[in-house]
């Protein structure tokens, strides 16, 4: 019986890979067909394919997986890894599929839980990933929560205890019993509504167990479910000692400190004042801005006003900016610092939170590690500026190098170079392992993209004969470098401890197909992030210089217009603010309205204007508040008003600039 598993495990193992291989191809075209311009119903079908090319790969690897586990192959790490980052890192993951579904997405991690641990980082992410989204998949409205709590500890060990909590459809008593068998969900009609085959929660449970827990649930139909299971994880080597000093600084400078925090989620806000209490803050909830107003007023009237003000960013009625906007009117709070919370989406679009009123913006959702480093930023004088809780930017400002990349498939060839090219890196190509180690034996490169499974020689073969080679060269050789060139597996998904293979062949790091974008930048940054600048390759690269932002106004080329008249400019540009004052509080007056097409109107008016004298930045900010307010979009159009506002005062101080400085210029003529 053994024997016939293992040649089924062996034939799927095979196979899946035989599949993966176009599969991966396809995900990868589409995402970079989704990066093209497109109309709405391309983007649409296109978008459908991407997802239900992903559906696919899942429920290949949810089989691989279920087969591993069936033949008892499947072995668990042991390795150190940051339990609080894992965490981090699911939530961010959960947050950004909630958020397409307009969902709450909530994480809350007891700051007393280690940091370092020792266990199978990668199967604890998958169970957490895996039950987290299914809790997405079952809720229509409402909020995920997603939970790790310290249980109890000593001197070697902790028991967490993590909790996946949802507002779905809930399942009924006398389907709880079978939710965990393989491919069984509560009932046919849950399949035939939302698809799937119930392999995940199967997995997550035989995970759980492997690792020396118990998966249970606790749900009633209608009204939601919650998930949990408690692990017992060994503190890493020479980490306890070091996380309880670190424990025991504690943060000071924060005790005492009076917050009001502001969120419509009644969940957001237990959680942020369960962080605030840690950090010895004195902190109230509002669950909106005008209950926050008014507890803003009475605190300032009783002598005892807040030090801190951190709120949500979109809330029914009042958002973040109007209330934060209204707290600037108000005597006792024109200087106090405010911090928002929002999703990533706003903070990725490049929205300009301080010129909002915000001192600082944390991504939901949000860590105690997040708001620990946003407050003691605010009230640091060693750190001015705002700091976003924002991932790095992708790709490099100019090129960062050439790239050697060893891939068989044709397809996937193809992705990778959009990928790398798109982001100013110079790609050499080999098709198996022989060719990238004699490409390599004759160039210098920055980095290996090194697929595992080619034809001819394979990757692992590969990357040793690449090490052997780095081994030979001297330090007058030209092609000599001081640090080895960091190699990086690609591979789908597949049985066996291709990582730890890898590794043992000398490669750096791992990537699994298919290649997404965001994750393959990101790991080649990190990899050449510590080589030095002269162990880059010697090739002759144009220089992309970084585009400067363009002055507030061009004017030379304005007083070109008005045929050098310098008076008859500034007039003309007094007349101007004086109108630009009025359409702004106009525009104002209309978002809070509700009438877009004014809103509209005065914007293009302002464009038009600002572009007639050469104000560039200020006609920019017009055109982005003209086209949110045609989409009526309100809280856009709000954003896009704040950054005009902005450009206009900058707009106001250099024509202020202008006036001193032409006097004092025409005196020193005269002279």
């Known amino acids: ?9 062996d034939f799927l193992a095979r196979m899946s890979h035989e599949i993966r291989t176009p599969l991966n191809g396809i995900i990868g075209m589409t995402e970079i067909a989704l990066t093209t311009r497109l109309d709405d119903h391309q983007k649409r079908i296109i978008g459908i394919i991407e997802n239900e090319s992903q559906h696919l790969l899942e429920l290949i690897n949810n089989v691989l997986d279920f087969s591993k586990i069936e033949a008892d192959k499947l072995d668990l790490e042991c390795v150190a890894f940051d339990l609080r980052h894992l965490m981090d890192g699911v939530g961010e993951t959960i947050a950004a599929q909630a958020g ?38 079952f809720t229509w409205e409402g909020e995920i929560n997603l939970r790790a709590d310290l249980l109890s500890q000593n001197a070697t060990q902790a028991l967490i205890r993590f909790c996946i909590q949802d507002t779905g459809i809930g399942i009924a008593a006398d389907r709880q019993a079978k939710i965990f068998d393989r491919f069984t969900q509560s009932d046919a009609s849950t399949t035939r509504m939302y698809g799937g085959t119930g392999l995940g929660t199967t997995i997550s449970k035989c995970l759980v ?22 692990l017992a994880f060994e503190f890493a080597p020479l980490v306890a000692q070091a996380q309880s000093e670190h424990e025991a600084d504690g943060p000071h400078e924060m005790n005492h400190l009076r917050v009001l925090m502001v969120d419509d989620c009644s969940t957001s806000r237990r959680f942020a004042l369960k962080y605030l209490d840690v950090l010895g803050c004195q902190a109230q909830a509002a669950e909106n801005g005008a209950e926050a107003l008014e507890r803003l007023k009475t605190s300032a009237d009783q002598g005892e006003p807040f030090d801190l003000v951190l709120t949500d960013f979109r809330m029914p009625r009042m958002n973040g900016y109007e209330l934060v906007r209204q707290l600037r009117t108000m005597d006792a709070y024109e200087q106090t610092p405010a911090i928002v919370v929002t999703g990533i989406q706003e903070i990725a679009s490049g929205e300009d939170f301080r010129s909002l009123g915000f001192d600082r913006c944390i991504a939901k959702p949000m860590s105690f590690d997040d708001l620990k480093s946003a407050i003691a930023e605010v009230f640091s004088t060693a750190a001015p500026g705002v700091r976003e ?5 992708e790709g490099g400002q100019g090129r960062a190098g050439c790239i050697l990349l060893a891939e068989d498939y044709h397809t996937n060839q193809q992705v990778a170079c959009m990928h790398l090219t798109s982001a100013d890196y110079a790609v050499d190509v080999a098709e198996n392992g022989q060719a990238a180690v004699d490409l390599f034996s004759r160039n210098v490169y920055d980095l290996v993209l090194m697929d595992l499974e080619m034809p001819v020689m394979d990757g692992f073969a590969a990357a040793r004969a690449i090490r052997c080679i780095e081994g030979q060269r001297k330090p007058d050789d030209p092609l000599y470098k001081a640090s080895p060139t960091p190699i990086i597996a690609l591979t789908a998904h597949a049985l066996g401890n291709h990582e730890q293979m890898s590794r043992d062949a000398g490669m750096d790091d791992f990537l699994t197909k298919p290649l997404r974008r965001k994750k393959l930048l990101a790991t080649i940054q990190r990899q050449l992030s510590h080589l030095a600048a002269d162990n880059a390759a010697h090739r002759p690269y144009p220089t992309v210089l970084m585009q400067e932002k363009p002055p507030v106004m061009d004017w030379d080329q304005a007083l070109s217009e008005f045929m050098f008249q310098e008076a008859v400019l500034t007039s003309v540009l007094e007349g101007f603010l004086e109108t630009l004052d009025s359409q702004i509080k106009t525009i104002g007056n209309a978002l809070r309205g509700g009438d877009a097409e004014c809103a509209r109107r005065n914007a293009h008016a302002i464009n038009g204007g600002a572009a007639n004298l050469c104000a560039r930045p200020l006609s920019q900010a017009a055109a982005e508040l003209e086209q949110a307010a045609q989409n009526a979009d309100m809280t856009s159009a709000a954003l896009k008003l704040a950054a005009l506002i902005k450009e206009r005062r900058q707009l106001r101080a250099f024509v202020d600039r202008k006036q001193i400085h032409q006097p004092c210029a025409a005196a020193c003529r005269a002279l």
């Not at 606790?218 to 919650?226: L, P």
């Open 389 to 393: 809780s924002v991932p790095a930017p």
């Open 100 to 137: 397409r579904k307009g969902l709450e997405m909530n994480l809350f991690q007891s700051p007393d839980i280690p940091r370092q641990v020792l266990g199978d980082a990668m199967r604890l992410r998958q169970v957490l990933l895996n039950l987290a989204a299914n809790a997405v998949k």
């Open 209 to 230: 167990e492997l690792m020396g827990g118990k998966l249970l649930l606790e749900s009633n139909e209608g009204s939601g479910t919650t998930i949990w299971f408690d």
């Open 1 to 9: 019986m053994k024997a016939k598993i293992n040649v089924e495990q």
